[in-house]
């Protein structure tokens, strides 16, 4: 055997050991060092074993940059370990497809909820560990086996104040409404937000909206087709709006404050009934980064990250300590701020892990 051959083998050996929890990262790395090899050059199969790395997997945009300042930039300063972002988006299919094919390339995915539970029941995430991610800084029944709720995020809509100014919606009956509110208006077209949206405009109590009565949601959104546009990414929907092309969008809660201002207010958002989205952050099972993946969770918890994550991308906090901290400018666009937290709906991630994957192909068949 030649030495290269031999210091590759025993790194990857090393590598399996470390990723199984038989080495300390310390040792890994010291070992790394006496072969003069970087970490990321090593490989295990066609997986990478970065553990000199995180990996965070999200949708891109503007939650890349910020995710990298608040929590990326923490999490380096106390640890010495460097964030890397993939931007590809990490759908369950994905999520499932990386994990059978054993080439984890992923250590923490910023998904939803029902992800968590979904993949969790299925095998396919690490659960979380509770003696590194300190549950006390997570609002209570929003810690979960696969999954932690690092922020709320919310379906809103908004309305033209030049067409609907002296008699403003103020409601979902109020969108869906096209005869006192004549115009277009959009949707999301992934069905989270607006099945709930289309209930509450039909008269279901926020108290009797789980589980969801899909049939009843789906006549009530067929019933404004000819009035509506759908977006499947949040540019489109601020594009919509922004363009004057509809005088109602839905949104994502935290584009409310950038529309109002990209329109000079001629958009105003509607907080009322917005539904309430956990989000969650999740480990692919066999991650290559090892529990570094649940020190990068902590860290998304620490107030400086929550506040930080809400000033840069309108993500609401999770942890309780932060919300008497909300600046008073972003309050209005906060789903757990004191002028909110009332009004909104929150969504049941158990019935969405159950049945989702029915009610999106129900909700697209209604909507094509």
Same mark, same amino acid.
């Given at each position: 055997?030649?030495?290269?051959?031999?210091?590759?083998?025993?790194?990857?050996?090393?590598?399996?050991?470390?990723?199984?929890?038989?080495?300390?990262?310390?040792?890994? +790395?010291?070992?790394?060092?006496?072969?003069?090899?970087?970490?990321?050059?090593?490989? @295990?199969?066609?997986?990478?074993?970065?553990?000199?790395?995180?990996?965070? $997997?999200? $949708?891109?945009?503007?939650?890349?940059?910020? !995710?990298?300042?608040?929590?990326?930039?923490?999490?380096?300063? %106390?640890?010495?370990?460097?964030?890397? @972002?993939?931007?590809? &988006?990490?759908?369950?299919?994905?999520?499932?497809?990386?994990?059978?094919?054993?080439?984890?390339?992923?250590?923490?995915?910023?998904?939803?909820?029902?992800?968590?539970?979904?993949?969790?029941?299925?095998?396919?995430?690490?659960?979380?560990?509770?003696?590194?991610?300190?549950?006390?800084?997570?609002?209570?029944?929003?810690?979960?086996? !696969?999954?932690?709720?690092?922020?709320?995020?919310?379906?809103?809509?908004?309305?033209?104040? %030049?067409?609907?100014?002296?008699?403003?919606?103020?409601? $979902?009956?109020?969108?869906? /409404?096209?005869?006192?509110?004549?115009?277009?208006?959009?949707?999301?077209?992934?069905?989270?937000?607006?099945?709930?949206?289309?209930?509450?405009?039909?008269?279901?109590?926020?108290?009797?909206?789980?589980? +969801?009565?899909?049939?009843?949601?789906?006549? %009530?959104?067929?019933?404004?087709? *000819?009035?509506?546009?759908?977006?499947?990414?949040?540019? #489109?929907? !601020?594009?919509?709006?922004?363009?004057?092309? =509809?005088?109602?969008?839905?949104?994502?809660?935290?584009?409310?404050?950038?529309?109002?201002? /990209?329109?000079?207010?001629?958009? %105003? +958002?509607?907080?009322?009934?917005?539904?309430?989205?956990?989000?969650?952050?999740? =480990?692919?099972?066999?991650?290559?980064?090892?529990?570094?993946?649940?020190?990068?969770?902590?860290?998304?918890? #620490?107030?400086?990250?929550?506040?930080? +994550?809400?000033?840069?991308?309108?993500?609401?906090?999770?942890?309780?300590?932060?919300?008497?901290? @909300?600046?008073?400018?972003?309050?209005?666009?906060?789903?757990?701020?004191?002028?909110?937290?009332?009004?909104?709906?929150?969504? *049941?991630?158990?019935?969405?892990?159950?049945? &989702?994957?029915?009610?999106?192909?129900?909700?697209?068949?209604?909507?094509?």
């Amino acid at each position: 055997m030649t030495e290269n051959t031999f210091f590759k083998q025993m790194l990857i050996d090393s590598a399996h050991a470390y990723k199984a929890g038989r080495m300390d990262r310390r040792s890994f +790395l010291l070992l790394c060092g006496m072969a003069g090899v970087a970490t990321s050059a090593v490989r @295990i199969g066609d997986a990478e074993a970065a553990t000199n790395q995180i990996v965070l $997997w999200n $949708w891109g945009g503007d939650a890349e940059r910020c !995710h990298s300042e608040a929590i990326g930039q923490p999490f380096t300063e %106390k640890t010495g370990i460097p964030l890397r @972002i993939d931007t590809s &988006g990490p759908l369950q299919g994905k999520i499932r497809e990386m994990v059978d094919s054993g080439n984890v390339t992923a250590d923490v995915a910023d998904a939803d909820a029902f992800d968590a539970l979904a993949l969790g029941k299925a095998g396919y995430l690490e659960p979380i560990d509770y003696s590194i991610v300190d549950k006390s800084k997570v609002v209570d029944g929003y810690t979960w086996e !696969h999954g932690v709720s690092v922020v709320f995020y919310g379906y809103a809509f908004m309305y033209n104040t %030049k067409v609907f100014g002296d008699n403003p919606p103020a409601n $979902w009956a109020d969108f869906f /409404d096209t005869v006192k509110y004549p115009g277009k208006r959009s949707l999301y077209k992934w069905a989270n937000g607006t099945l709930e949206g289309a209930l509450l405009a039909d008269g279901v109590a926020k108290s009797a909206l789980y589980p +969801l009565d899909v049939d009843r949601a789906l006549a %009530k959104i067929k019933s404004i087709k *000819d009035d509506s546009l759908y977006w499947g990414a949040a540019s #489109e929907a !601020h594009s919509m709006i922004v363009n004057d092309e =509809v005088v109602m969008g839905m949104v994502f809660q935290n584009r409310g404050r950038a529309i109002e201002e /990209d329109t000079e207010g001629r958009f %105003k +958002l509607v907080m009322n009934e917005a539904v309430a989205m956990p989000g969650a952050y999740i =480990v692919p099972r066999g991650n290559p980064g090892g529990a570094d993946a649940m020190r990068f969770i902590a860290q998304a918890l #620490e107030l400086r990250s929550q506040l930080s +994550l809400l000033e840069c991308h309108g993500m609401t906090p999770s942890n309780p300590a932060a919300f008497a901290q @909300i600046p008073e400018a972003l309050i209005p666009y906060t789903i757990t701020s004191s002028a909110n937290i009332d009004k909104v709906v929150f969504n *049941d991630p158990g019935w969405w892990a159950e049945n &989702g994957s029915d009610a999106v192909n129900a909700y697209l068949d209604a909507i094509s």
